[in-house]
């Protein structure tokens, strides 16, 4: 599954937000090793480089051309490409920080218990993921993808992490850490252009389909798309398309 760095960054103030959201909720601990997990084109990873200067900050992502361009900027950062699904620390970090990837691995009981015992004693676990699977976006996604002449093709393709109910992950970090925090945000994001939550989902949600289509098919099934997601977000009068989006925040301290 490629990504598309300069897509994914069409919207990045807006999907830089909930990032910072996330970082400035991370209490004043004294951090030496932080890594963002799936750290994508690199941008909140060097505001984490710039929140803890003293640290030593790496940034993981199994996305070559994300990774690319997050080190053709700069910085002070170690760039590795790996798998947060087999990812083990050399030593424990103090921050483990993860802005919207999660949700793209299976399995999170066993997933976050496993990244709260890589931390080091009084280290935080800092995670947002999109929690908007039951939005139109998503569920027109996945009503598409089970029609013919693509459900075929796209079996299993959707099925990556499923973002739990907010008290399961409270249940499955409480052995772990001494504090929890949990919350939801809605943003209610104002888009712009023409068909702009296509775009938007084009450069994420979609990818899963896109990656298993052949390129004929993948044009048929983007143009579908596209036109039932403009019937369920429909323009405002001055022409703005209003795009909610619900998120969920976790910061746990071990
Ligand atoms: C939606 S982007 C978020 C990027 C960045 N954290 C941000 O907030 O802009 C998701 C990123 O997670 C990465 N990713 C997804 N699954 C991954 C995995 N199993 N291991 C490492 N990176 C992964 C993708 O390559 C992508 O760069």
């Known amino acids: 599954m490629g990504w598309n760095p300069d897509l994914y960054e069409r919207y990045r103030a807006l999907r830089e937000r909930p990032g910072r959201d996330l970082m400035a909720a991370i209490p004043a601990i004294p951090v030496r090793t932080a890594i963002d997990l799936g750290c994508g084109t690199g941008y909140l990873t060097r505001q984490l480089a710039d929140r803890f200067p003293e640290a030593t900050v790496t940034g ?30 050399d030593a424990p970090p103090d921050l483990v920080f993860s802005n919207a990837a999660l949700q793209w691995l299976p399995d999170h009981p066993a997933l976050f218990t496993r990244l709260a015992g890589h931390l080091a004693p009084g280290g935080v676990l800092a995670v947002q993921m999109p929690d908007n699977f039951a939005a139109p976006s998503h569920l027109l996604l996945r009503e598409l993808a089970a029609r013919e002449p693509w459900h075929a093709m796209l079996t299993g393709a959707l099925d990556h992490g499923r973002v739990l109910p ?17 919350w939801h945000t809605d943003y209610v994001q104002v888009l712009e252009g023409e068909d702009p939550v296509l775009e938007w989902v084009s450069a994420t949600a979609l990818l899963p389909v896109t ?8 044009d048929a099934f983007r ?10 977000y429909p323009p405002e009068a001055d022409g703005s398309t209003l795009f909610p989006f619900r998120r969920i925040f976790i910061l746990a301290r071990i």
Do not use: C, F, N
Request: aromatic residues 8%.
């Open 211 to 218: 990656a298993r289509l052949p390129a004929e098919q993948a």
């Open 60 to 89: 993981l992502d199994s996305d070559p051309a994300m990774l690319g361009k997050a080190a053709a900027t700069p910085s002070r950062i170690a760039w590795q490409h790996g798998d947060i699904g087999s990812w083990r620390p």
């Open 166 to 182: 907010p008290a399961d992950y409270w249940r499955v970090l409480r052995p772990h850490a001494g504090s929890i925090d949990i």
């Open 223 to 232: 143009a579908a798309y596209g036109d039932a997601l403009s019937r369920a």
